[in-house]
Structure formats: structure tokens, C-alpha cells
């Protein structure tokens, strides 16, 4: 087992210490970032965007995450590492039992999953199966076909607290973290204080238990584009350890997210 397991990011929302997460997509970064005092690591499918080269994560498979999680846990033998499930490898419970395991004997120690309520009976069996699971609320990447785009989710008050239902049915369902991502920074307060769980922000503002951020954005890799909630480590650390280790001390002391990485 990781020598981090969910259990210490539940005692770092208890005592109130920030936890600093980031993607890794490959063995050598996973290292890196390990070494340089990360909490843990999300193989993101976000992979389809920064390693594959598409323009969104649609076209993800089970196999591509396969493959990066074996990578990311060869180089991290002990880290936490959580994976994604790509588009529509969860649609059924007994399709996702069968895909999360996948995932979990490649080296995952927890699968995240996009969507609300929808998910409670799979979530609850994966949850009493073994299979721990980080939920995700906020904007979701996988169905930018229905959104029509990648937007701010949560302005609106009604829409405010669906979020915030959602959020609590699926901790009642057994989700043992939650990913919050782009939403206003005041509905990101009021879902962390609402729960339980860790929540895991991305452009969610500086009040929940923890942040998470693209590798690649963190490291300035798109010259044409930074989202407004990323910052760009390396321009200040000047090497890619010291970009590691200034984006886990800033997110510790609560320097980073600033007010300009936030949504209101
Ligand atoms: O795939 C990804 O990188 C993610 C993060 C944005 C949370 O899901
Ligand atoms: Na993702």
C-alpha cells in the first residue's frame, strides 16, 4: 500500500493542512514530484489533451490509462495515485466494477469518476467491492459535447445548490474524495465545509481541503494558453524540482490559488 493513503488525506482536512496534488502522465515526472513533496498523483485522462495531442478527452481509452498508470507507479512505487475512468468505461455498475479493476491492478489506488447523482449505485458498489473512489462535480471535461464548451459551472444559485446536493449524495454513496472544478470560489467553500471527505480544487478557489493542477499547465508548457487558474511553477522555480516544490509550499501556505486564480 502507499505509504499516503486516503486515510492521511482525511486527517490533513481534520487538522486543516492543504493538500497539493498534480497529474502525472509517466514514470520519470511521477518521480519527480514524489521526491519534491506531492501529496499524491491523478493520471488524468487529461492525458488525451497533453500527451496525445486531442482536443478534449473523449477519445481516451481504458488502455491509454492502462498504460500511463503503469508508468506513473513504476516511477512512484509508494505514492497515492489516483486514475481516471475515460469516457463511457462507467456507464453501468457491472461495466465499471470490471473497468475500475483494470485500473486498480495497474497500479491505481482509487478511481475517479465525472458525474452526480447518477453514479450512487456505482459508486456504493464499487466502494463495497474494494475499489475506493474520488468523485467529480464542477465542469466536466467528458461531456463538453453537451455543455457546449469548457465553462464556469455553479453560478447560478439554483444550479449552486445541485452542486452542493450532489456533493453530499455521493459521500453518502461512498465517494471518499471529491474533485471540484471550475466553480466559484464561494460555492467551493460551502461544498468543503459541507462535507466530510477532502475536496480537491481546480480553479475552485482557496478554500478546499486540497488543489490539483495539469502538470503541463503548472509547468507553462502551452505558450498560447495558461488557464486563470493555473500559475506557471517553472517561470519561478527555474528548474522542474523547484517548480514541484514551490507549487506544494505556496498550496500549503495557502499562496496559491491567489485571487486572480479564482472565479467568482
Ligand atoms: O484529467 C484531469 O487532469 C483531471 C483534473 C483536471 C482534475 O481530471
Ligand atoms: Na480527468
Request: hydrophobic residues 40%.
Amino acid at each position: 500500500m502507499a505509504t499516503t493513503s486516503i486515510a492521511t488525506l482525511q486527517k490533513m482536512k481534520r487538522e486543516g493542512v492543504k493538500i497539493s496534488s498534480l497529474t502525472a502522465y509517466d514514470s520519470s515526472f511521477a518521480k519527480l514530484m514524489t521526491e519534491q513533496g506531492v501529496d499524491f498523483m491523478l493520471v488524468g485522462d487529461s492525458l488525451g489533451n497533453v500527451v496525445q495531442g486531442r482536443n478534449s478527452t473523449v477519445p481516451v481509452t481504458l488502455g491509454d490509462m492502462v498504460y500511463h498508470t503503469e508508468c506513473v507507479r513504476r516511477g512512484a512505487p509508494d505514492a497515492f495515485v489516483i486514475s481516471d475512468m475515460s469516457f463511457m468505461t462507467y456507464s453501468t455498475p457491472e461495466q465499471t466494477y470490471d473497468n475500475a479493476a483494470v485500473l486498480m491492478q495497474a497500479g491505481a489506488n482509487m478511481v475517479k469518476l465525472e458525474g452526480g447523482e447518477w453514479l450512487e449505485d456505482t459508486i456504493k458498489g464499487l466502494h463495497t467491492r474494494g475499489i475506493p473512489v474520488c468523485a467529480h462535480l464542477g465542469l466536466l471535461p467528458q461531456s463538453v459535447n453537451v455543455l457546449g464548451g469548457y465553462k464556469v459551472q455553479g453560478k447560478e444559485e439554483q444550479q449552486a445548490e445541485n452542486t452542493l446536493r450532489q456533493a453530499k449524495a455521493l459521500e453518502a454513496a461512498g465517494a471518499q474524495l471529491l474533485v471540484l472544478e471550475c466553480i466559484p470560489s464561494s460555492l467551493g467553500k460551502r461544498i468543503t465545509d459541507a462535507l466530510n471527505i477532502p475536496t480537491i480544487g481546480i480553479g475552485a478557489g482557496p478554500d478546499t481541503d486540497g488543489q490539483i493542477l495539469v502538470m503541463h499547465d503548472m509547468l507553462g508548457m502551452n505558450s498560447d494558453y495558461l488557464p486563470k487558474f493555473a500559475k506557471d511553477f517553472l517561470a519561478q522555480g527555474g528548474s522542474l524540482a523547484d517548480a514541484f516544490r514551490l507549487y506544494t509550499e505556496q498550496v500549503r501556505s495557502g499562496e496559491f490559488p491567489a485571487p486572480e486564480h479564482c472565479y467568482k
